[in-house]
């Protein structure tokens, strides 16, 4: 995050009309964070199977394995954000 974003987020929580905020604010700051970090994890691993598969002459892993990968680390995240 750019330092005049964080500084903009610093003013507008230190403020009396969004300080009530702040607290719940910060949560889904968390939450976003972690969802951000394991979708990255989730990549990396499914990059890294890909090449494992187009550098060795072994059958190519099935489809499922990439579907279930991606079903318990995206899927969750769908489901948490409340509108």
């Known amino acids: 995050m750019p330092m005049l ?3 903009g987020m ?4 230190s ?3 969004h300080a ?4 719940e604010s910060l949560e ?3 939450l976003a964070a972690s969802a951000v970090l ?5 990549l990396h691993e499914l990059i890294s199977i ?3 598969v187009t550098k060795s002459s072994l059958v190519p892993v099935a489809e499922s394995s990439i579907q279930i990968l991606s079903r318990e680390v995206f ?3 769908f489901f948490c954000w409340a509108p």
């Open 15 to 17: 403020e009396l009309e």
């Open 28 to 30: 889904a700051w968390e």
């Open 10 to 13: 610093v003013v507008k929580y």
């Open 50 to 52: 890909k090449k494992d």
């Open 75 to 77: 899927f969750p995240f």
């Open 5 to 7: 974003d964080k500084l």
């Open 20 to 23: 009530s905020h702040l607290e």
């Open 38 to 42: 394991a979708r990255e994890k989730a």
